[in-house]
């Protein structure tokens, strides 16, 4: 009995020290900063390139929305995506088509997720303003056949109609994600592609081999260019890293979250970039301050107590409300 005891202690220390091994690995590499690679180059640099076709939004250091761009549904042609001007000779595309485009590309990787997409109507409510119908979904897989029956410039309004409806009613930043990833030439053994961010930040925790990224506390990793930025938007949300390691480690883990590509950062000025997409529906750029250690600065932290006066809102002075940077900042995909 004391042989096979002390082989269950010698086994279970065994495990304990690969796990921490496997942790002290994980620790190791967000520590190390390292150079910017030619991966992360290109997935920023398609990022910025989706803004620019967008003119898209801007916030800046202190959480403010400085510049509105095209949002989701609009039939406004979009910029040249090289100089990000109108021109003649490049007319530009519409913006909910562009945003379209982010789907068809994931449905390459997940077939299956452009039919999923479901428009929310209410029976009798263009008739009626007053109607008690509870809403109801339809999925463009099943509508967008019956929309073919119809002919003519009516029947491609209807299904043209559809789509935009459909992606107003559908969280797109994950297929964004997914997009910049895929054009950077990322393989399914190197990114879990997914319209669900969680499904993806979730191998990043499990030290994959293969897998492109791994997680790193934002406020204890430097942020490179090409790395993932991710926040919580769940309820209650994942506060903290540490949550997150928690939350992950259940079976069929999900939550709500989003995540923003690192595309500049700028040591010295304590400061970077990121651009995400559908924030507030469009492709969107922010800046994030750094600390003096040249991680994510605390002030972007959401704080719960107290709030801002109306008159503190209309000076713009210390108002949280409209700081759209304070979010749950709780995991950094380090690109490795």
């Known amino acids: 009995m004391r042989h096979k005891f002390g082989n269950a202690v010698r086994l279970a220390l065994a495990a304990a020290c690969l796990s921490h091994l496997s942790v002290s690995a994980m620790d190791a590499a967000c520590r190390h900063d390292g150079a910017t690679s030619p991966l992360g180059n290109r997935i920023a640099d398609l990022a910025v390139r989706e803004h620019r076709e967008f ?29 990000g001007r109108r021109s003649a000779e490049t007319p530009g595309r519409f913006a909910w088509r562009r945003v379209w485009e982010y789907w068809v590309t994931l449905n390459r990787k997940v077939p ?3 039919a999923d997409r479901k428009i929310v109507f209410v029976p009798g409510l263009l008739d009626d303003p007053a109607s008690q119908a509870p809403a109801r979904e339809q999925a463009l897989g099943t509508l967008l056949p019956e929309l073919d029956k119809h002919q003519g410039a009516a029947g491609t309004a209807l299904r043209e109609a559809a789509v935009r409806a459909a992606l107003n009613d559908s969280p797109w930043s994950a297929a964004f994600i997914s997009y910049l990833m895929h054009h950077a030439g990322l393989a399914e ?5 997914s319209s669900t961010h969680s499904y993806y930040i979730t ?11 791994h997680a790193c506390d934002p406020h ?33 883990f999900i939550t709500a979250s989003h995540c923003d590509v690192v595309v500049e950062v700028d040591i010295p000025a304590r400061k970077f970039d990121t651009i995400g997409g559908n924030v507030m529906q469009s492709v969107t750029r922010r800046t994030l301050k ?33 700081d759209f940077n304070r979010q749950y900042w709780g995991v950094l995909l380090r690109l490795k």
Not at 203 to 213: H, K, T
Not at 223 to 252: E, H, I, M
Not at 291 to 308: P, Q
Request: net charge positive; charged share 25%.
């Open 55 to 83: 003119g898209g939004h801007r916030i800046d250091a202190n959480g403010y929305l400085v510049r509105f761009g095209a949002v989701e549904s609009e039939t406004e042609l979009l910029l040249n995506p090289e100089s």
């Open 189 to 193: 053994q190197q990114f879990r592609y």
């Open 112 to 114: 299956g997720e452009t």
């Open 220 to 252: 204890r990793a430097r942020p490179r260019v090409g790395d993932l930025l991710c926040y919580s938007r769940s309820n209650p949300p994942l506060k903290s890293f540490s949550a997150w390691q928690a939350a992950v480690r259940a079976a069929g």
């Open 290 to 322: 750094l600390n003096e250690a040249g991680v994510l600065s605390r002030s972007h932290r959401v704080i719960e107590t107290g709030r801002s006066s109306e008159t503190d809102c209309s000076l713009r002075q210390k108002c949280r409300r409209q």
């Open 203 to 213: 191998p990043a925790f499990e030290s994959m081999q293969n897998y492109a990224y």
